[in-house]
């Protein structure tokens, strides 16, 4: 079996990362078919029913995603106890997982676990957390995922006021001086991306945006080559 990908480190241009929750569950090698050749990675979004208000799909779900892309594959547990759900979604083929700040876990020890596991470790806020939730936590991330919608389903409107938020970190990620992905999720698409890139993003999650496009690979690409010219 090939190896996926693995999840790249940040080169100080924006990316595309399409998330699967808008995708055709009922044929997904065609969804993310030539999605390799323009997409930065893809993101599995992982919901519990319980740490949001809907319930997607489980590690062996996962697994059949490693199967439809060589892509590397970002998990973002939307989970309340994501401390249950690591070990299972490396074995699943993850080569990031996101956990969310929020969660009722030792963040700590879950981001220690995923390091050890031998796979980058992301953190996640929700919209309404402040970001100085996140600080302390900085020198032991590869990636920060600022929610720009309430968790918990694709095609829903861009959070503007967001945008100091996304700048703020983008200044924090700076001073921790090292390689940190700056991650958007929520409401992205051709006309918020670059207002999300302006304030300092530089990993933009799209699910909606792009599946619901003819080509999405096609979008991605064009739509990369935008945000890259700034
Ligand atoms: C929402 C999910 C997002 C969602 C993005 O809770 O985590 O990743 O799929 O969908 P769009 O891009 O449609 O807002």
């Given amino acids: 079996m090939t190896r996926n990908k693995v999840i790249p480190v940040p080169d100080g241009r924006p990316h595309i990362v399409p998330s699967v929750l808008s995708a055709d ?10 999605l390799e050749r323009s997409a930065a990675w893809v993101q599995l979004d992982v919901m519990d029913g319980h740490f949001v208000p809907n319930l997607s799909f489980g590690p062996h779900v996962a697994e059949s995603f490693r ?3 060589p892509l590397a594959l970002d998990a973002h547990l939307m989970v309340e106890r994501p401390d249950l759900f690591i070990g299972s979604f490396a074995a699943a083929g993850a080569g990031l997982i996101t956990v969310h700040e929020e969660a009722h876990t030792d963040i700590g020890a879950c981001l220690k676990k995923i390091r050890a596991l031998g796979l980058k470790a992301g ?8 970001l100085s939730r996140a600080l302390k936590y900085l020198k032991r991330l590869d990636l920060l995922l600022l929610m720009t919608v309430e968790p918990g389903f694709g095609g829903q409107a861009f959070m503007r006021g967001l945008l100091p938020k996304i700048a703020a ?7 921790a001086g090292r390689p940190i992905w700056l991650q958007v999720d929520g409401g992205i698409n051709e006309v918020t991306a670059p207002q999300a890139v302006r304030a300092g993003a530089d990993s933009l ?10 080509d999405p690979a096609g979008f991605i690409r064009r739509l990369t080559k935008i945000l890259q010219r700034g």
Avoid: D, E, H, N
């Avoid at 953190?123 to 402040?130: F, G, V």
């Fill in 25 to 34: 569950f009922a044929c997904l090698k065609k969804s993310l078919r030539g």
């Fill in 67 to 69: 199967a439809a892309t």
């Fill in 123 to 130: 953190l996640a806020l929700r919209p309404k957390t402040p």
């Fill in 169 to 175: 970190a983008r200044l924090a990620i700076a001073r």
């Fill in 205 to 214: 999650v799209m699910g909606s945006a792009v599946f619901s496009k003819t």
